[in-house]
């Protein structure tokens, strides 16, 4: 069974960059045709997809996001990156990772952690 951990800072400065990262366990991120995501929820609104990267590396971005956002790597470490420049308080949310094995079949979310943009 895949579990998903996010980690990363609990508040950050409008205009700076959010880094957050999700580490695996039970799973390797470079498993064949598996796809990990990252989504946020903002307080009173839905669910949003944010992007995910593939197990060759391959990202995919929302395009609401995509001139802010990258996401990234490490297979050494099992663990993939999320990163959104020039943040807003609109991008206070709780931020989740998840796994999907393919065709829209997801397995597991981490916990989430909770970010809050605030000067």
């Known amino acids: 069974q895949v579990q998903l951990q996010e980690s990363g800072p609990g508040l950050v400065k409008p205009s700076q960059t959010l880094s957050l990262t999700c580490t695996v366990s039970?799973?390797?991120?470079?498993?064949?045709?598996?796809?990990w995501h990252w989504i946020r929820q903002p307080p009173g609104k839905a669910l949003e997809w944010v992007g995910s990267?593939?197990?060759?590396?391959?990202?995919n971005l929302s395009p609401a996001l995509k001139s802010r956002t990258s996401i990234s790597r490490d297979t050494s470490k099992n663990q993939f990156t999320l990163q959104l420049t020039s943040v807003t308080p609109e991008d206070t949310a709780i931020y989740y990772c998840?796994?999907?094995?393919?065709?829209?079949?997801?397995?597991?979310w981490g916990q989430g952690t909770q970010v809050t943009v605030s000067s």
């Open positions: 998840g796994d999907e094995i393919g065709g829209g079949r997801f397995g597991s």
């Open positions: 039970g799973g390797s991120i470079t498993t064949d045709h598996y796809f």
């Open positions: 990267v593939s197990w060759s590396g391959g990202p």
